[in-house]
C-alpha cells in the first residue's frame, strides 16, 4: 500500500510544475555537444532505498519536470538460480535485512583477492530474496523510514521504461569463478529489454561482451576504481591503466571515474587543479562520466556546501563538460543543467523577496568583517545587515553577539575577563561591553559554524580569521560606497546596556544614521530590527526608516490580538523557519497558519536563519538548499530571506527556474507530502503544536534611561596564554559548541 500512496504523491507533485519543455538550446562542450546525461545511481537513493520502486519513480518523475531524461543505473548481482537483482555492494547485509532474517548465514568469499566478510547474493534463490528480504538505507545520514520496501530485480527497474537504462557489472570474475554467468544472463535480458549502457571495472568482461551486444544501442563503458585497487584482468593498477586510453578506446566508447580523477581535492579540502583526463578522452572519441556526487557528502569548501556549485564545476566551466554525473541526487543535477549551467543572468528578478544576510556572507567569511560584507555585495545580497554591539568605551561596532567568544578568538587572550550575566545568556562569556574598542581591536574574528566547529561542518577553514571588525560608522560608510538596495541594523540588549553599563545603544545608533544622513535616504532602504517593541518606537518618527520585529520564540499561530499590536511598531517580522513549516522526524510536517494570518494582516515576513549544509535542511529538500529556498520564495512568498549564504540565494533568483510560471520550474516542496507516505507506526510521536503569539511576545517594558556607572580606574589586563588558559578556553568553546547545536532548525 505505501509503494501505491508514494507514487501517487510523485505524481500529484509534479502536476504543479507547467508542462516540461526541453532546456533552451546550450553549447555544451561535451563530446557530442549534447547536455550531459544525468545517471541516477539506485534512483533517488539519496532519499529511499537503493533501486527500489519508490527511488525510481521519484528519480524519473522529478527529473522530468526540469525538461531532463535521466538513466536509471542498476549495479547487478547474480542470485544462486542466476536471476539479476540491482545493488550496489556484493553483500547484502549493508543494505538489506538478510543479516536479521538469517543470521547463521555469514559467509567468507575471496573478492578479486580479497577476503569479504558477509551475506552475498548468490547463497540465496530469488524466490526467497524476493519474498523475504526488504531493503534499508544504508546510509546513516538518510531517512530511514521508507524502509522495509522489496528488492527490485532487473527487470523491475527495466519495466519502469526510463529514458536510459545504465547496466553496472562490477563482479563478473567472480560470479564466474562461482559458475554464474552474467554475460549467458545479459544475452537473454537484452532480448526482452532496452539496456542503453553496459559497465564494468572489469575489461575481460567487457571485451567479452563487445561481440554481443549491439553497439549502435548499447554503449560500453570501461569504470576506473580508486588510483591503487587493481584491474583483475591485467592484474594492473587502475591509475596505470589511465595512462592508455587509447587502449580503452579499443573496446568501450566511454570511461566512468571517480569525481577525483578530474578535479582533485587537496587534504585540506579545496579544489586542486583540474587534470587533462576529460580533454584527452575526448580527443580519442571517449565519453567521460563521473561518480560519487552526493548532495550529503561535501566535497570541498571551494562549494560553500551548495550542491550545484560542485555540478556547474564539472559541466559548466571554460575547458570541459563531463558527458555525464552518476549521482545519488538526480534532481539537483538535472536542476543545475536545466537552471544554472551557462545561466548569465546577472540581476534577479524576485519581485517582493528580498535577500538579507545574516552577519554577511558568513557563510564564507568571518561573520561582520570587512570580507564577509564584500563578499555579500559581490554575491548580489540586497540588504547587507549590522548586529550593532558596544564597546566599553562607547564605541558602535558589527558583530552577532555582545559575546566575543564565538565570533572572535577572545578566549586566547580575555580568558580572566569572562563573566556570567544571564539577562544576557545562559553561559559564561567575554562580552564586548566589558571590553574597550581598543582591546577588540586587538582581537581577530573567526568563522563560527552553528553546528559546532568538531561536527564536521567547518566553514571555509583557509579564511578562519580573515579580515577585520567593522564599527557601525564603517559599516554605514561601506554601505553607501557600494550603492546596496539597503542596509538592516539589528538592536539587542538596549536595556541592559542603558539600565546596567551606561551605555546608550539606541543613542548611538541614531547618531551614527544622522551622522551618514541615512535618516534622508529615499533610495536605500534602512530597516532598524529588534526582539524588543521599545526599542522600534525610538525610530518610527523618522520616515526613511522601516521598522522589523523580531519573534525568537517559535509560534503556531498569530491570532488578530497581538498582530494588531505588532502593527503599531513594525511592518515587517523576523520568524524562524519552524514558525512557517514545522519539521517532524526531520521531515517538513505542515505549513503553519502564520503566513496567511499575518499577510491578512497586511504585515511582511521575513524568514531567517536559511544556510546551506545539508544538515540544517528538511529531507523534503533533497539536502539542496536551493529546493528550501524555492519552497519559502516561490511557494510561501516570504517577503524576505535571511541567509548566511547570500550567494545562493542570488543564484536562484537569477534563475529562470525560479518562476513557477516558466515552463521549467524549481518545485518548491509541499510539507508534510513524503511525511504523509510513511507508515504511522514508524514515527515518532507527534511534536506538541508551538503555542501562539501572545501578547507578551510584542509588548515590551520603556526603555530605561542611559544610568550614570562609575566605571574601575584600571581595566583588567590582557593575560597571556598558558596552560590553564588554555584548558578554560576548551571549556568555553565547547559551551558555545552546545549552544549553537541547536540552532539546526532556527
Given at each position: 500500500m505505501i509503494r501505491i500512496l508514494l507514487f501517487s504523491f510523485v505524481l500529484i507533485h509534479v502536476t504543479l510544475a507547467r508542462k516540461p519543455a526541453a532546456p533552451p538550446p546550450k553549447k555544451w562542450l561535451t563530446l557530442t555537444g549534447n547536455a550531459p546525461l544525468v545517471v541516477?545511481?539506485?534512483?533517488?537513493?539519496g532519499l529511499f532505498p537503493e533501486s527500489s520502486q519508490f527511488a525510481n519513480n521519484m528519480a524519473l518523475q522529478l527529473t522530468s519536470t526540469l525538461g531532463v531524461k535521466a538513466a536509471l543505473l542498476c549495479n547487478l548481482q547474480l542470485t544462486k538460480d542466476g536471476a539479476g537483482i540491482c545493488q550496489t555492494d556484493i553483500r547484502l547485509d549493508n543494505s538489506t535485512n538478510i543479516a536479521t532474517l538469517f543470521p547463521q548465514d555469514q559467509k567468507v568469499y575471496n573478492v578479486n583477492g580479497n577476503q569479504v566478510h558477509g551475506w552475498f547474493a548468490l547463497d540465496y534463490t530469488s524466490e526467497l530474496i524476493l519474498n523475504n528480504v526488504s531493503l534499508n538505507q544504508n546510509i546513516l545520514s538518510r531517512p530511514t523510514l521508507f524502509d522495509g520496501v522489496p528488492v527490485s530485480t532487473v527487470e523491475d527497474v527495466a519495466g519502469i521504461k526510463p529514458p536510459f537504462f545504465w547496466l553496472n557489472v562490477?563482479?563478473?570474475?567472480?560470479?564466474?569463478?562461482?559458475?554464474?554467468?552474467?554475460?549467458?544472463?545479459?544475452?537473454?535480458?537484452?532480448?526482452?529489454?532496452?539496456?542503453?549502457?553496459?559497465?564494468?571495472?572489469?575489461?575481460?568482461?567487457?571485451?567479452?561482451?563487445?561481440?554481443?551486444v549491439n553497439k549502435a544501442r548499447t554503449k560500453l563503458i570501461f569504470v576506473f576504481l580508486d588510483p591503487n585497487v587493481v584491474e583483475p584482468t591485467t592484474n594492473q593498477t587502475y591509475s596505470s591503466l589511465l595512462k592508455n586510453l587509447a587502449a580503452i578506446k579499443a573496446f568501450a566508447s566511454g570511461i566512468l571515474v571517480p569525481k577525483g580523477y578530474i578535479w582533485p581535492?587537496?587534504?585540506?579540502?579545496?579544489?586542486?587543479?583540474?587534470?587533462?583526463?576529460?580533454?584527452?578522452?575526448?580527443?580519442?572519441?571517449?565519453?567521460?562520466y563521473a561518480s560519487v556526487f552526493a548532495n550529503d557528502m561535501p566535497a570541498s569548501y571551494n562549494y560553500s556546501y551548495d550542491p550545484t556549485a560542485e555540478y556547474q564545476q564539472f559541466i559548466d566551466n571554460s575547458q570541459f563538460s563531463l558527458d555525464g554525473v552518476v549521482t545519488d541526487f538526480p534532481t539537483t543535477a538535472a536542476e543545475t543543467i536545466a537552471c544554472f549551467a551557462m545561466n548569465n543572468v546577472t540581476k534577479p528578478s524576485h519581485g517582493n523577496s528580498l535577500i538579507i544576510t545574516h552577519n554577511g556572507a558568513s557563510g564564507i567569511y568571518p561573520g561582520c568583517s570587512d570580507m564577509a560584507y564584500e563578499q555579500a555585495v559581490n554575491d548580489g545580497a540586497d540588504i547587507i545587515d549590522c548586529s550593532v554591539q558596544m564597546s566599553k568605551d562607547g564605541v558602535a561596532f558589527c558583530l552577532d553577539s555582545p559575546d566575543l567568544m564565538g565570533d572572535t578568538n577572545a578566549v586566547t587572550t580575555f580568558m580572566s575577563?569572562?563573566?556570567?550575566?544571564?539577562?544576557?545568556?545562559?553561559?559564561?562569556?567575554?562580552?564586548?561591553?566589558?571590553?574597550?574598542?581598543?582591546?577588540?581591536?586587538?582581537?581577530?574574528?573567526?568563522?563560527?559554524?552553528?553546528?559546532?566547529?568538531?561536527?564536521?561542518?567547518?566553514?571555509?577553514?583557509?579564511?578562519?580569521?580573515?579580515?577585520?571588525?567593522?564599527?557601525?560608522?564603517?559599516?554605514?560608510?561601506?554601505?553607501?560606497?557600494?550603492?546596496?538596495?539597503?542596509?538592516?541594523?539589528?538592536?539587542?540588549?538596549?536595556?541592559?546596556?542603558?539600565?546596567?553599563?551606561?551605555?546608550?545603544?539606541?543613542?548611538?545608533?541614531?547618531?551614527?544614521?544622522k551622522n551618514a544622513t541615512f535618516d534622508q535616504q529615499s533610495t536605500q532602504q534602512v530597516l532598524i530590527q529588534s526582539d524588543d517593541s521599545s526599542v522600534l518606537s525610538k525610530f518610527q518618527g523618522v520616515p526613511a526608516y522601516k521598522t522589523v520585529l523580531t519573534i525568537k520564540d517559535t509560534i503556531g499561530s498569530a491570532p488578530k490580538q497581538p498582530l494588531d499590536e505588532i502593527k503599531k511598531y513594525a511592518t515587517t517580522v523576523v520568524l524562524s523557519r519552524p514558525s512557517l513549516i514545522t519539521i517532524n522526524n526531520g521531515f517538513a510536517q505542515a505549513q503553519t497558519t502564520v503566513l496567511k494570518e499575518m499577510q491578512v494582516a497586511n504585515i511582511s515576513i521575513f524568514v531567517s536563519v536559511l544556510r546551506n549544509e545539508y544538515v540544517s535542511l528538511a529531507y523534503d529538500y533533497f539536502s539542496d538548499p536551493i529546493v528550501e529556498l524555492a519552497t519559502y520564495i516561490a511557494g510561501l512568498g516570504v517577503n524576505g530571506v535571511i541567509?548566511?549564504?547570500?550567494?545562493?540565494?542570488?543564484?536562484?533568483?537569477?534563475?529562470?527556474?525560479?518562476?513557477?510560471?516558466?515552463?521549467?520550474?524549481?518545485?518548491?516542496?509541499?510539507?508534510?507530502?513524503?511525511?504523509?507516505?510513511?507508515?504511522?507506526?514508524?514515527?515518532?510521536?507527534?511534536?506538541?503544536?508551538?503555542?501562539?503569539?501572545?501578547?507578551?511576545?510584542?509588548?515590551?517594558?520603556?526603555?530605561?534611561?542611559?544610568?550614570?556607572?562609575?566605571?574601575?580606574?584600571?581595566?583588567?589586563t590582557p593575560e597571556h596564554k598558558s596552560s590553564s588558559i588554555a584548558k578554560e578556553a576548551n571549556i568555553g568553546l565547547s559551551l558555545v559548541a552546545i549552544m549553537v547545536i541547536g540552532l539546526l532548525f532556527a
Open positions: 541516477a545511481r539506485g534512483g533517488f537513493s562490477p563482479y563478473d570474475a567472480f560470479y564466474t569463478q562461482h559458475g554464474l554467468s552474467v554475460s549467458a544472463y545479459l544475452q537473454n535480458a537484452m532480448k526482452f529489454m532496452g539496456i542503453n549502457y553496459i559497465s564494468s571495472p572489469e575489461i575481460g568482461f567487457l571485451k567479452a561482451i563487445g561481440g554481443k581535492v587537496n587534504p585540506n579540502k579545496y579544489l586542486a587543479p583540474p587534470t587533462t583526463l576529460v580533454a584527452d578522452a575526448h580527443k580519442l572519441g571517449l565519453e567521460v575577563r569572562s563573566s556570567s550575566i544571564p539577562e544576557i545568556q545562559k553561559e559564561n562569556g567575554i562580552f564586548s561591553f566589558d571590553l574597550t574598542w581598543s582591546e577588540i581591536q586587538t582581537l581577530k574574528p573567526q568563522i563560527m559554524s552553528p553546528f559546532g566547529q568538531n561536527a564536521g561542518y567547518q566553514r571555509n577553514p583557509a579564511a578562519q580569521n580573515q579580515g577585520k571588525l567593522m564599527t557601525l560608522t564603517d559599516f554605514l560608510e561601506f554601505s553607501k560606497a557600494k550603492a546596496v538596495s539597503g542596509i538592516l541594523i539589528n538592536i539587542e540588549n538596549a536595556a541592559y546596556l542603558a539600565s546596567k553599563k551606561g551605555l546608550g545603544l539606541v543613542d548611538a545608533i541614531t547618531a551614527a544614521l541567509t548566511e549564504f547570500p550567494g545562493t540565494a542570488s543564484k536562484y533568483l537569477r534563475s529562470p527556474c525560479s518562476d513557477l510560471n516558466a515552463e521549467i520550474a524549481i518545485l518548491p516542496a509541499e510539507p508534510g507530502g513524503l511525511l504523509s507516505q510513511v507508515p504511522p507506526e514508524a514515527l515518532s510521536p507527534a511534536v506538541a503544536p508551538s503555542p501562539p503569539l501572545d501578547m507578551a511576545d510584542v509588548i515590551d517594558p520603556p526603555l530605561p534611561a542611559v544610568a550614570k556607572v562609575d566605571s574601575p580606574a584600571t581595566p583588567g
